[in-house]
Structures are given as structure tokens and as C-alpha cells.
């Protein structure tokens, strides 16, 4: 896929993992719209992004991924702006364990779903858009049990296991889509900071070991696995997962993956 004059659409872009892919995605000559909860910081990473990339290139719209109304808007306003979508990668995630369990559910989970669904509807060939891709991200957590957030892991498991199911239906070689998923390892992000914090674990014996094991990804190498998994164009369904102990691979197939 070349990038140049694409139009990207990502969810929980305002920080973290969404806005280092959103920002690749302008350093490579696409057009992004970022939608987040944090409406102070989305404005200033659309203003820090005006100034770099010019300022028809990028916008920020407050989006609840949960409520399907104002998510449906954001791809309607979107297409409005930009004349097309063509890349959709549904990041937004929490990691709430306790007695906030359910948000966790709803974003991690029925927020994919929703950004998948809308996806076949406005991107499709067969309903008149112009196919593309769609990247759920997930997490190792979706591969492998993690004794201190199960509910986390579920949801995960569960965009694993959903992506990899659309993306087998007969319908996709017409729908001009393709369904991939990201697995990150622990990644140096406030979500793993704020993760540890609120389950009152950060600090603890085991959690230290393991994260020590399986080592800390830096947001610039999940870049690059993001950006291997949504330029190759015969992927659909693949699941990539980036560790800093492993590198970067595909799981459960065999795939050489070649350094952009």
C-alpha cells in the first residue's frame, strides 16, 4: 500500500501508541483524522501537527468509541473532509480492572467492533467505498494469560480472535478490505504506567520479574511493526506481534519480515 494521499482515520490518537501511528502516517504523506476522549490534548497534538505537516492534513474530533452515534460521525465527518477513508486502526484501549471491569470490555472490545463494522460499511467496494485495511490493535495479552489483568487479557483475546475471524469471510476479496491485528508486548506508554499504578502491582515481585523477562517495547519499534503490517497487501488476517525479546513477527504463520 502506498500512503501518499491516503486517508487514515485512528482511534485513541490524541497520545500515546495512536498518535506515534498517526504521526507516522503524516510523515509518510497521508491524511489523518484522530479521535480521543482528551479533547485538550487532541487539540494540541492537531496544533503541534499544523505546524510540521501543514494544516489541511489533520483533525481531531472527541469521540466515545463506546457510543455508536458519535463514532458513526466521526467517519461521516471524516469522508466529508478528506473525500475518502482508506485506513482504519481502531487503537483506543483502557486497562481497568477492578470495579471499572466493564469499561474495559466496552472500549477494548465493543469499540473494535464498532470501528470494524463501520469500516465494512463506509470502505467497502460493494457499498461504494474504496476497500483499504483495517488495524485492530491488541496485545500479547491476546496470545497469552497474564496472572494481574485477566479482564484486560480477555478483551484482547477477544479482538484477536474477532479480527481473525472477519477476516476469513468468503465476502472480503470483493469488499476490497483487508482485517490484520497488532500484538504489542508491554510498551513504555502511560497505559502500562497508569495500568500498574491503579491495580496498586506496580512495584510488585512477580509483576518486576516478568516485565524484566520479557523486556519494555520503546513506541518507536511497535512503529515499525505497524508500519510492516499495514504496507504489505497479502496479509489479511495476520497477526503481528512485537517484543522487544522476539522482534517482530507473525504469529502463527510463517512470514519473513523485511526491515522498511
Request: net charge positive; with cysteine.
Amino acid at each position: 500500500m502506498l500512503l501518499e494521499g491516503k486517508v487514515a482515520l485512528v482511534t485513541g490518537g490524541a497520545q500515546g501508541l495512536g498518535k506515534a501511528f498517526s504521526e507516522e502516517l503524516l510523515k509518510n504523506k497521508a491524511k489523518v483524522c484522530i479521535c480521543d476522549l482528551n479533547t485538550k490534548t487532541g487539540e494540541e497534538t492537531i496544533r503541534e501537527w499544523n505546524s510540521k505537516y501543514g494544516s489541511n492534513v489533520a483533525m481531531f474530533l472527541r469521540c466515545d468509541v463506546t457510543n455508536h452515534d458519535q463514532f458513526e460521525d466521526v467517519f461521516k465527518l471524516t469522508i466529508a473532509r478528506f473525500g475518502g477513508l482508506d485506513i482504519v486502526v481502531n487503537n483506543a484501549g483502557v486497562n481497568l480492572e477492578n470495579e471499572s471491569w466493564r469499561t474495559t470490555i466496552m472500549v477494548n472490545v465493543i469499540g473494535v467492533i464498532e470501528g470494524t463494522k463501520l469500516a465494512e460499511k463506509y470502505m467497502s467496494k460493494t457499498s461504494g467505498g474504496r476497500g483499504g485495511v483495517v488495524v485492530n490493535v491488541a496485545s500479547t495479552a491476546g496470545l497469552t494469560p497474564v496472572f494481574f489483568m485477566p479482564v484486560y487479557v480477555a478483551s484482547k483475546y477477544s479482538v484477536v480472535g474477532f479480527t481473525r475471524s472477519v477476516a476469513m469471510n468468503p465476502d472480503v476479496g470483493r469488499s476490497g478490505l483487508r482485517f490484520v491485528c497488532l500484538c504489542p508486548g508491554f510498551t513504555d506508554t502511560s497505559l502500562l504506567s497508569s495500568g500498574l499504578k491503579s491495580e496498586g502491582i506496580s512495584g510488585n515481585k512477580l509483576v518486576e520479574e516478568l516485565l524484566t523477562s520479557t523486556g519494555i517495547n520503546t513506541v518507536e519499534f511497535v512503529v515499525e511493526g505497524f508500519m510492516q503490517l499495514l504496507l504489505t497487501d497479502d496479509n489479511n488476517g495476520g497477526v503481528m506481534v512485537v517484543t522487544k525479546q522476539r522482534g517482530i513477527r507473525y504469529h502463527g504463520r510463517q512470514r519473513k519480515v523485511n526491515k522498511l
